[in-house]
């Protein structure tokens, strides 16, 4: 096996980690000493190095793999399409779900062939670097992957990458715990009219199935200002749309000792000019309060969507996840939410087949379904994690049973979608367009303020506009339309 650098899990690089906010002189240093090697190789070759990226997981990563991006671009690596050759292959990885890691191994051992015959190389970064189980597969079985790094010490890419370069070695760093929050690196977003701010890292709720606070740490937000400052260089820039992000944006500024800071973020943002709409995801239905539904209603710019994971129906499940509300909570929430914005999309999230979990308890999880009727659903069979508490709780009942829960919650929901989206039918919404459909070129598409896809027919390159678009056919998962008039 090939020698590796640095395989130390670090306990807490970075001192006292959380509050005190660094700037990034040092990353920018290291990208100084990879900018220089790779402008002596573009003399010596007469070319430019390139990178493409294999994202997976949530917004969480989406927003990281910018970051990652940025890095690069300022290091002098042109970013090519995710199916072209490249110098380097980033993955930013989730382990959210086994699924997940899977098809992360099978790509990254797809590559074997690129690697060899091209010299490329492999980065590995995100969730799944957190547990040592997968660093040691990846050291022993799949060898082309040359650095590793996770989600706490993303900034240290640059040192990892010049020390790789230089010496040839793997550089495998980890840090176990997370550190400061960074600000100041640089970014290279995949779309200009609409962004991801992340506002808090980390969750505090340890769910019993969930493997995230393991991956991410503990809460940290950001500052307010910090925030609003990234978000009006956004404006500037032409961003209309911006989604607020972290896995419960409804403690944001808990850790900073404010208490409805995150409310308060919403009135800020509400001032800056050129942004049309504001989302955020995700909230938990514990933390969810009277100030921010007040907030959604009197800030225009607050899209009528809320995601509101409930996860199951019983509360004895919700008991033995530890989600720490009841099914009457959570019914009460959503009632309270509706009278303060009647046209709401909800979504959310459902776990199916958590252990112990009876025929009577998913009647309760059918049952809820039925009673909020929900714009949409993201549908998961429980999987084991893990270090999660719940991974060793014992399985009462069989995949056969658990499938086909699944696959009555599957068929109950798109029948619930099916009917709401029918509301749309032959009214007119306003669309911010993302570009060219993906099911039919021939087509645009966008999303209503409700989270809606719509694909629709239009004259000329609107990417970037909002669009008024009037609905002809509605299904569970996109509306079709055409064009009314342009607001600009
Ligand atoms: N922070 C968010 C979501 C985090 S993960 C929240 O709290 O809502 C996204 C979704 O994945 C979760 O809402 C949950 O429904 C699902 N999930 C998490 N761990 C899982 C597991 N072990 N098995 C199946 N689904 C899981
Ligand atoms: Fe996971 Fe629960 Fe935290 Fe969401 S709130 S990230 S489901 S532990
Ligand atoms: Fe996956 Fe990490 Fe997000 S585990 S769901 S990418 S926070």
New binding site residues.
């Given amino acids: 096996m090939e020698n590796i650098k640095d395989s130390t899990r670090k306990k807490d690089a970075c001192g006292q980690g959380g509050l005190e906010l660094a700037k990034t002189m040092e990353s920018a240093d290291w990208m100084e000493q990879v900018r220089n090697l790779n402008v002596e190789h573009t003399l010596r070759t007469g070319k430019v190095r390139t990178f493409r990226l294999d994202v997976f997981g949530c917004q969480m990563n989406e927003r990281d793999a910018e970051t990652i991006a940025g890095m690069l671009t300022n290091m002098g690596y042109e970013q090519v399409a995710p199916d072209a050759p490249a110098d380097i292959i980033v993955f930013v990885t989730c382990c959210?779900r086994e699924n997940a890691e899977e098809r992360v191994y099978g790509h990254i051992g797809g590559l074997t062939r690129e690697c060899e015959e091209r010299g490329s190389i492999i980065v590995a970064s995100g969730c799944m670097m957190q547990q040592p189980h997968v660093l040691e597969k990846l050291k022993k079985s799949y060898r082309h992957v040359k650095i590793v790094f996770g989600t706490h010490n993303i900034h240290e890419f640059p040192r990892l990458l010049y020390q790789h370069l230089t010496s040839g070695k793997r550089v495998f760093e980890i840090w176990e715990k997370e550190g400061r929050v960074i600000e100041d690196m640089p970014i290279k977003r995949s779309e200009r009219h609409k962004a991801f701010v992340n506002i808090i890292y980390g969750?505090?709720?340890?769910?019993t199935?969930?493997?995230?606070?393991y991956v991410?740490g503990r809460e940290r937000s950001r500052r307010k200002e910090d925030i609003l400052e990234e978000i009006r260089a956004l404006a500037a820039d032409g961003c209309r749309e911006i989604t607020l992000l972290g896995?419960?944006v409804n403690s944001y500024g808990n850790d900073l000792g404010e208490k409805d800071l995150f409310a308060r973020l919403l009135y800020d943002i509400e001032t800056i000019d050129g942004i049309d709409r504001v989302r955020f995801t995700?909230s938990?239905p514990k933390d969810l309060s009277d100030s921010l539904i007040r907030a959604m209603k009197e800030c225009e710019k607050v899209c009528e969507h809320l995601h509101l994971?409930f996860?199951a129906g019983s509360n004895r499940v919700l008991q033995r996840?530890?989600?720490k509300y009841t099914r009457e909570h959570y019914l009460a929430l959503v009632d309270r939410i509706r009278e303060a914005v009647p046209d709401i999309a909800l979504t959310t999230?459902i776990i199916v087949g958590f252990p112990g979990e009876t025929e009577e308890d998913f009647e309760q999880t059918l049952d809820l379904v039925r009673k909020v009727q929900f714009d949409a659903a993201f549908m998961f069979i429980y999987s084991p994690r893990k270090g999660t508490p719940a991974e060793k709780w014992e399985q009462t009942e069989s995949q056969e049973t658990i499938s086909n829960r699944f696959k009555r919650l599957v068929e109950l929901q798109t029948e619930i979608a099916t009917g709401l989206a029918k509301r749309y039918e032959g009214r007119t919404v306003e669309v911010l367009v993302d570009g060219l459909s993906k099911t039919n070129p021939e087509m645009l598409s966008g999303r209503t303020r409700t989270n809606k896809l719509v694909n629709f027919r239009a004259n000329g390159n609107l990417t970037g506009r909002l669009v008024d678009v009037e609905i002809i056919r509605a299904g569970a998962f996109w509306l079709e339309g055409k064009e009314g008039a342009g607001r600009g």
């Fill in positions: 959210v969750c505090n709720n340890f769910c199935y969930c493997i995230v606070p991410r896995q419960n995700t938990h994971p996860q996840m530890n989600r999230d």
